[in-house]
């Protein structure tokens, strides 16, 4: 059980032990793969949103100079017309078609064949080379309308899943999702306000720097090693293999330094794809998107449709809530749904609610984690709602939530009660903060609003072995995203009693560490962490026993203390204290080098919240808005590394106003995304941003040896609705709707 | 005995039934009175995760479950 | 296409190369060159990660073409730290935490010298702007700026 005690090394901001090389450029990322005898790969993207692929023709572009390999959907097994993967549950099957298509092209930029050749120029003229026939069909690219029994189809095969009856007719909603408790319509009969607004979202991108690339190298034996990057080499290796119908066993997977992913980077595109090529060429062959290429085909999060009503007393009471949400899944079903659904209403004490989730097939790219994946999206909705609600009952709106916040022991919409969770703590310290105290400057608004995350937990490894002068070497198999080998470090530091400096992280390919889930859903501090720990433990436990085979007392007459094993209180030994280093010492003596290890299924991963608070100003002239500040408070459980805790805090802070403000994909009545790139697609840059100050509460999570919850996820989600309340604030004019960009904002004022 | 509660999902494979009350030991046991209960369940409580008293696991197997436990049943959570 | 000669000067070293004459200066470093510090994150002159120094002015060699560069001096993100160590911009962005992922870092600690170079004692506005052709998807700038200050003070107490 973990409670608030000093700590040595936990706590404290260390340099990263990845850093220097990362400064230099000396880093490795994907891209920076070299071999001899390289082939460059590249894909052949559909011009057309949503078409039937009549054939694919690569004859003439492999009759070229310099092409060594040629591949379309027929290529890969199950064809180009049959059952894809093999798999139940159809998801890889999915992932299969939406790396290359098969019958059909789905959205404008769907891959539907690729080339390796001695270089870049040759591989692009030898696209140009290939033939394929289209039928167009209409595109579908509206939510509600595609949820309409008149629309066409993208998949004439889908039934909607989870209804209470199987339809009879096929239809593009992929699955319903409800979620509910208590009487709805008693509860908004209680009220003495309500609220309703529908509220949209475009599709955004995450936005990661550094473009997918990989490089594979199949060899005479059939035996792949792929250098990617990628959130998760362990389940990347595992879609490859369904994917290509190889064994895992031939399939090497090494991660390289990744350059951002915030979910986006947990799927495949490129990797079995460049497999192929490989094997078919003979030669290695990598493969790198253009930044055009990351927007049109990789995985943007769902646009939505979020229709939400509200109930509260006078007193701030909520007494009914219902929310009706459409996420759009892109070409292939796998919206967010379900998180969406579980976390809208998560942060409040409610006793009536009713959500209904539709996950949707559009004519856009299939949609990939993004950043609590779902939540962004709905708690935008209902923050925006709870805002209006504190208005008209005259509150504050912190009050308000205060008012309704979940505690321990509440029941989550989702079914199980709270343990320990700080929303309330984040909320109080909201209250007191001096940024929040502090008049709202003239002419600007101050917009609230919470977020929430689950955070995960599952499956991780951890190795620890020991150097002969007693130094540390932890291997894991998590990618370092956002410098996680630090945290690694100074848990291992923190367990051992060794210097921080005396501890190095490896992140190890899929055939020198034990198997870990992806880097994502705020799991790798926690899960990843939590092994770590344990395999400490285990060297320690070898410790002990050594020591006291050395000293001839029993094991339970040894303690570890600082880094050394000692003997217990009462021991009449006369013994010198063992240090790591003095183990290793006498290690050949004492049964051989110290290696200690621990797998886990993690469970327990704690609930993150947040309250966000956002100063702002709205030109009215322009519709521009000007950040002026921006307070972050989330509940860590304990801060391994609070300033890569802050930068979680940060860059989460960032993305959520850029979402909120700024970014939003724009499509042509064709379905073509118009604006492709960073210069039309504008994520924030060092001029949009105030500096973000950061509260980390500590509410440590008992279930994690050190309090760990996790935090990555939940920074992203209030932003959203913390400027849009700020925006209705400082304009006097609720805008349901994002971005909250020039025109959006210039066309709400006129015409209010 | 504790208290099993199945969410909307499940419900066409519950016949409709939301919430049942067993005697099982841990997780894997009450898989077993489920499936022997309603054929075919356990394929689809595989694809959920599953809240024992308020702790989320994803893939349970023998964690205990206590007469006055309360196991829910919900969507898996996966994340950026 | 046949290929043309250049020669140019990088990092204080005399380089020699075969080019095509569309290929970008970038292509050239990172494909052929191997001097793969600088990354490429849009291709497009958006997004700053490509950044080098160019007769000491900072450009996207992304918007460079390979022959450009011809009787020319670049310094790299290779070329920022010296024998002695650590160049005192790296070393503040290490300290503050001012990188996550890392890939953007190598053109901000470029662009950061450029600028530094140029304008010593920046404010935090003038540092936002001169910034602002760089992205960072992972930090939210916060720590980046901070790091940039922290350099310009450490080098104005050197000097
Ligand atoms: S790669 Fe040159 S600016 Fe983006
Ligand atoms: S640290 Fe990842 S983009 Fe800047």
Known sequence: MAEAVDYKYIGTSPVRPDGVDKVTGRAQFAADQNMPNTLYGKILRSPHAHANIKSVDVSKALAMEGVYAAVSGADFPGGARGKVGGEGGGDIGDVARNIMARDKALYHGHAVAAVAATSLTIADAALAMIDVEYETLAPVLDVVAAMAADSPLLDATNFTKNLPETPDKPSNIASVTVLTRGNVDEGFEQADVTVEGEYHIPMAHQGYIEPHACTATVNEEGKATVWCSTQGHFEFRSMTSKILDWKVGDLKFIPAEIGGGFGGKTTVYLEPVAVLLSKLAGRPVKMMMSREEVFRATGPTSGSVCRVKVGAKKDGTITAAKAWLAYEAGAFAGAPIGPGAMAIFAPYVLENFHVEAHDVLVNKPKVAAYRAPGAPQSMHAMEIALDDIAREIGMDPLDLRLKNAASEGTRAPYGPKFPAIGFKECLEAAKAHPNYTAPVPEGAGRGVAAGFWFNIGMQSSAEVRINEDGTVIIMEGNPDIGGSRASMCLMAAETLGVDYERVKAYIGDTESTGFCNVTGGSRTTFATGMAVVQACEDIIAQCKARAAATWGVDEDQVEWEDGQAIPAPGVNADVTPMSLADVMASAHKTGGPLLGRASLNASGAGASFSVNFVDLMVDKETGKVDVLAFTAIQDAGTAIHPAYVEGQMQGGAAQGLGWALNEEYIYDADGVMENAGFLDYRVPVASDLPMIDCQIIEVPNPRHPYGVRGVGETPIVAPLAAAANAVRAATGVRINDLPLSPPNILAAIDSD | ?80 | MSKVHVQTTINGEAVEYLCEPQQSFLDVLREDLLKQGTKEGCATGDCGACSVLLDGRLVCACLMLGVEAEGRTLTTIEGIASDDGLHPIQQKFLEHAALQCGICTPGFIVATKALLDKNPNPDETTIRYWLAGNLCRCTGYDKIVRAVQAAAEELAQEA
């Open chain 2, 1 to 80: 005995m504790a208290r099993i509660v199945f969410h909307d999902q499940l419900l066409p494979a519950t016949n409709g039934e939301r919430e049942i009350e067993v005697t099982v030991e841990n997780y894997r046991d009450l898989l077993v009175v489920l499936e022997a209960r309603w054929p075919g369940i356990g394929e689809r409580l595989a694809k959920s995760a599953v809240a024992i008293d308020g702790q989320i696991y994803q893939d349970a197997f023998l964690e205990p479950i206590a007469a006055n436990s309360e196991v829910f049943f919900m969507s898996r959570i996966e994340g950026g």
